[in-house]
């Protein structure tokens, strides 16, 4: 089992840059890949980025391409989402999640963070 607890959400101004956290719980928390989604009003819930148990490999919605981070410290049982030059269609409530591959990132989710840019 692994609990998720995200923070780091709030108000910015288009162009500005947030950090998202999310402290997982667990003593496998290591052996899981973590990622991000994001869901806004009226919309389904879309992944943005995740990255595997070693940290190697990376995936990233093109959406956020060259604007997004995804990085994690095992250390600190943390995964953390860097998000640059915001625009206010990425207002949403942001979700981290974990699995065991990426075809089961889905199996455990954090309880979200609301994001909200202005323009």
């Known amino acids: 089992q692994v609990q998720l607890v995200e923070s780091g959400g709030g108000l910015v101004q288009a162009g500005g840059s947030l950090r998202l956290s999310c402290a997982a719980s667990g003593r496998t928390y290591s052996t899981y890949y973590m990622a991000w989604f994001r869901q806004a009003p009226g919309k389904e819930r879309e992944f943005v980025a995740a990255?595997?148990?070693?940290?190697?490999?990376?995936y990233g919605a093109d959406s956020v391409k060259g604007r997004f981070t995804i990085s994690r410290d095992n250390a600190k049982n943390t995964v953390y989402l860097q998000m640059n030059s915001l625009k206010p269609e990425d207002t949403a409530v942001y979700y981290c999640?974990?699995?065991?591959?990426?075809?089961?990132?889905?199996?455990?989710w954090g309880q979200g963070t609301q994001v909200t840019v202005s323009s």
């Open positions: 999640a974990a699995g065991a591959s990426m075809a089961t990132i889905r199996t455990y």
């Open positions: 990255r595997s148990s070693s940290g190697d490999s990376t």
